[in-house]
């Protein structure tokens, strides 16, 4: 097997790798149960260091597309992928500019908790599904940070937490130091930061409609005035963007680029180099949330923010989705200047994240669980998905 590579590129090799392989799987050409190349072999056919594609292999085998059998190397997985479908995704494509304060965040949130403890399916957000092992790690954990419990914390987080944080992002295609992150109390407080730091009252903001009710909530609070930009299959219609961006000069544009709460869209790469391009054009910074970072089950591009060479887009990741919602640890990415303010705003709403949390989370990466953890919730979720669909598809069957 030869991989073309684009040297060029800004894609690292490692992911260029992963994007043939990942499409030679989804279009059948390499079949289920087939054995892939040794790494050495394809690291010579390819040119490339074996580091690469090592790094390649190891991201198709949490994306579930290849698994390794010890001793034998790495093989296709079964299809894991949802089954394709016809979007039917065609909303009204009016730009919406609200005039009233909308539904109050506070009885959602509390009707959605309240509800979500009766065993009732709430669509507002995704929750995921328990991680084994949880009451070892975290006994580990805790007895690992007792000592520095009778301290306070860095507002920053834990070095140790940043750096395998880093690690993640940069499988994502996000190159990212330590320095360029800042733990948080979910990725609830990187948006009400970020937010906070970019928009004044009365200033105009572009969010996507369809969008989170809780970054609504945090702009209308604020008194900001928001846009909402309708979504197409392909993600914000961009010409709708461009003459609001023309028109209005918006402060700041709020996108969840993958996996999309609610429509679960997640954009193309044009589409994120023609987002930021225009944020460039109009001086309008990004804020990227990523919250559904990790549940993907087809390869995704690297975020915007890995696109953005000038500071123009704040990230925000989150540990809620993935392991524990009440752990409280989410992070954001922030360069160049504004990564002080943005830090010491951060240290007056509340110091730093929990010790404890954030502990937590750095043993689940540091052991190697938060890999296979993924793999498997992916795998969980995929069945869920699939088995309603069918069952969707067995109703309309009888409708008709
Ligand atoms: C798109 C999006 N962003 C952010 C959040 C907030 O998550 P947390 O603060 O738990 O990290 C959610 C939660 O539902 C969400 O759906």
Redesign the pocket.
């Known amino acids: 097997m030869k991989i073309p590579l684009d040297r060029q590129s800004a894609t690292p090799l490692y992911l260029q790798v992963r994007d043939r392989i990942g499409h030679l799987v989804q279009v059948g050409a390499l079949q289920p149960g087939e054995r892939l190349p040794s790494i050495r072999t394809l690291a010579e056919t390819t040119g490339v260091n074996k580091l690469t594609v090592i790094e390649a292999y190891s991201v198709l085998e949490a994306d579930g597309l290849i698994y390794a059998r010890q001793g034998a190397g790495y093989f296709v997985n079964r299809p894991t992928t949802a089954p394709k479908l016809e979007s039917t995704f065609a909303p009204a494509q009016t730009v919406i500019i609200p005039e009233a304060p909308g539904i109050s965040f506070f009885r959602l949130y509390t009707a959605s908790v309240q509800a979500h403890q009766q065993g009732m399916i709430d669509l507002s957000?995704?929750f995921p599904h328990p991680p084994e092992d949880l009451q070892r790690v975290s006994r580990r954990a805790v007895a690992q940070v007792a000592e520095t419990l009778f301290n306070y914390d860095m507002p920053e987080g834990q070095l140790t937490l940043r750096k395998q944080i880093a690690q993640i992002l940069v499988q994502q295609g996000l190159e990212v130091s330590p320095n360029h992150l800042i733990i948080t109390n979910?990725?609830?407080q990187g948006?009400s930061l970020a937010i906070h730091y970019y928009v004044r009252p009365g200033d105009w903001v572009i969010v996507e409609s369809p969008t989170?009710h809780?970054a609504l909530a945090i702009l209308e609070s604020l008194g900001a005035r928001v846009i909402g930009i309708p979504m197409t299959a392909e993600g914000m219609n961009l010409e709708l963007l461009e003459q609001y961006l023309r028109s209005h000069r918006p402060k700041l544009m709020y996108t969840?680029s993958t996996l999309h709460?609610p429509t679960g869209l997640t954009t193309s790469q044009t589409h994120r180099q023609q987002l930021l391009a225009l944020a460039q054009q109009y001086d309008c910074p990004i804020l990227e949330?990523n919250?559904y970072e990790g549940l993907n089950f087809e390869p995704v591009p690297p975020p915007i923010k890995a696109l953005d060479q000038q500071d123009w887009v704040t990230y925000i990741g989150?540990f809620?989705k993935t392991l524990m919602?009440g752990l409280r640890v989410?992070y954001m990415v922030v360069t160049g200047k504004h990564y002080q303010p943005i830090l010491e705003r951060k240290l007056l709403q509340d110091l730093h994240v929990s010790t404890v949390s954030q502990a937590i989370v750095s043993e689940y990466l540091a052991s190697g669980h938060y890999r296979r953890h993924l793999s498997k919730m992916r795998t969980k979720k995929l069945k869920v998905l699939n088995s309603k669909l069918k069952a969707e598809k067995d109703k309309l069957k009888e409708i008709k």
Request: proline content about 6%.
């Open positions: 957000c995704g979910g990725s609830k948006l989170f809780g969840i709460n949330d919250a989150t809620s919602p989410g």
